[in-house]
């Protein structure tokens, strides 16, 4: 199938990050799913996969967010359309974006010039690269918010590739969808994991949180620690249970919300200065995205929450108006005959 041609001439903003079908925190690591409303109502939005970015169609006046998730230092492929992005179009905006070095890998290869940003924040607190920090934007999840009744003291949350096994406790991974991890945190004491945002949820709720295996660099350089275990074992796990200090981390999901709102005002002011407000919006959005999903179909798109249900309503109303003319036409050509 040939790629979609651009549907509109008006300037367009896309959002790029990584969309790996089995992780969760990959899914809800968008800026687009916690300012749907704003974005959609005045802008023509494009959403893309890092791994198949629509070249053809971003042009020079259009704007890139870029984020979040583990995006610089990954992979020599991201790093290459991370520079690509800077010649595309003349506004790059870095959303909380990670580091995500594998352990004892050297940073891969093109370096990225982050000068070269419209703006830039990563979620990295305190990294050696010195860049404007920013918790992920998921700490926007509502369902962070809230509480269960507890029925576990421990529970694990393994990342897929980097598994806990063998513990005894109960254990899901992170293809999970949001809903039920946030339950699992919620319904337990503490967290033994592998998964990043899986710890940084479970921070975020007030939860004892473990990691058990630090495979990346991005578990280094969380504002408020976890306990990073260099040894796995039941006695080390009950060890740094016991020495939890849940104080410490009161208050920061609301610090890290509030960061992120200010930072959407920021890219607000960047945007409206760049990029001017165009009509029809949603409709255009809604056919670059159906257009785009035709080109390269991905799973995201039953995954999108609020964009897949503002899309439906508004084909919906678009399918009973053509019923309308239809039936219009039918009785204006009756009485033409008559």
Known sequence: MEKPEILTNAPKLHFIHCLEY????????????????????????????????????????????????GMLDNFPSWQEAINRMFEACGCVIAWGVGFHNLSNHAPPEPKIDYSKFALISVRDYEY????????????????????????????VINHQTYTISGTGYDT??????????????AESEAILTT???????????????IVGCVWANKFEYFERKPVILEELSIDAVNEALMAWDTEEYNGWLDECISLNIKFFERVKD????????SDNNVERTIMEL???????????????????????????????????IEQRLDTLEREVKH
């Open 22 to 69: 089995n992780n969760v925190g990959d899914w809800c690591a968008s800026p687009l799913n916690y300012f749907t409303d704003y974005f959609l109502s005045r802008y023509c939005v494009m959403y893309h996969h890092i791994n198949t970015i629509q070249w053809s169609n971003i042009a020079p006046c259009d704007a890139i967010i870029l984020g979040g998730g």
């Open 128 to 155: 050696p690269v010195k860049l404007e920090y920013l918790p992920c934007v998921t700490c926007m999840l509502p369902q962070l918010q809230k509480t269960r009744e507890i029925r576990r003291s421990v529970g």
């Open 172 to 185: 899901i991974d992170n293809s999970y969808n949001i809903d039920d991890i946030t339950d699992f945190i």
């Open 195 to 209: 998964s990043y945002h899986a710890a940084y949820w479970a921070l975020l709720m007030g939860k004892k949180t």
């Open 270 to 277: 960047l945007l409206g200065g760049y990029m001017p407000i």
């Open 290 to 324: 159906l257009r785009q999903q035709a080109w390269a179909p991905l799973p995201a798109f039953k995954q999108m929450g609020d964009i897949v249900e503002q899309v439906n309503i508004v084909v919906e109303e678009i399918s009973q108006k053509l019923v309308q």
